[in-house]
């Protein structure tokens, strides 16, 4: 069964662009979320998708923003990039309705310039 | 919000000995799930372990156990016979019952001396 993917491994990007990050879940998964991981930092929850639904996103501006498609894919989106948005921007997923944990993905590293 | 906290930032332990890492959390929830995830330098986070908070029996997968106190609110991870392999930064993690909301800690980051 194959893990949870993300694209690209690495994105480089130039300050005010906009970056878009992919993540494909587990199949069987319905729940997709996003974290950043900025470097010497823990995990800063982004957004959490489910059943194609934005249900709860974390403390960041609205130019961080994603969505959910059909096959519950999802990808994040983040415009106006500024130098501190470089981070390791993890994806994970899990089965609606399970107790269990997340599964994560090798993550995407953003590097703003 | 339930909150995490990892009070250690960096440990360190020798190669083949015991170390613990701990976790506090606070819930005003009676029903939860912990976990302990691991994220060695090649950055794929690995779950280590999960404990069901309505069981008192700790859980423990081969060389990995946790000190579950459900009272004080403590999720400790101990690692025994410490290998070079276990170097990486660990986090813990709180998952309402209710909800798919998970919370973590800023880790804590485990050298393992030879």
């Known amino acids: 069964e194959a893990g949870v993917t993300q694209s690209p491994t690495h994105l480089i990007k130039t300050r005010g662009q906009q970056a878009t990050l992919r993540c494909s879940p587990i199949s069987g998964h319905t729940s997709v979320y996003w974290y950043q991981q900025a470097l010497g930092l823990g995990l800063q929850f982004l957004l959490w998708y489910d059943e194609g639904e934005e249900r709860n996103r974390g403390n960041f501006p609205p130019r961080f923003s994603g969505r959910q498609f059909p096959n519950y894919s999802s990808e994040l989106n983040v415009n106006a990039l500024e130098l501190e948005d470089s981070a390791l921007y993890l994806c994970a997923s899990i089965s609606s309705g399970t107790t269990y944990e997340q599964y994560f993905g090798p993550g995407t590293r953003l590097t703003v310039t | 919000a339930q909150t995490v906290t990892q009070s250690q930032p960096e440990m360190s332990v020798q190669e083949a000995e015991t170390v613990t890492l701990s976790c506090t959390y606070d819930?005003?929830?009676?029903?939860?799930?912990l976990f302990w995830y691991k994220q060695p330098p090649s950055r794929q986070m690995i779950l280590v372990i999960r404990?069901?908070?309505?069981?008192?029996q700790n859980a423990t997968e081969n060389r990995f156990s946790v000190n579950f106190q459900k009272a004080a609110k403590s999720f400790s991870l101990k690692i025994s016979d410490s290998q070079l392999g276990d170097a990486a930064m660990y986090f813990c993690?709180?998952?309402?019952?209710?909800?798919?909301?998970?919370?973590f800690g800023t880790g804590t980051s485990l050298t393992v001396i030879p």
């Open positions: 404990q069901e908070a309505y069981k008192q």
């Open positions: 993690a709180y998952r309402s019952a209710v909800g798919n909301q998970f919370y």
């Open positions: 819930t005003s929830e009676s029903d939860y799930y």
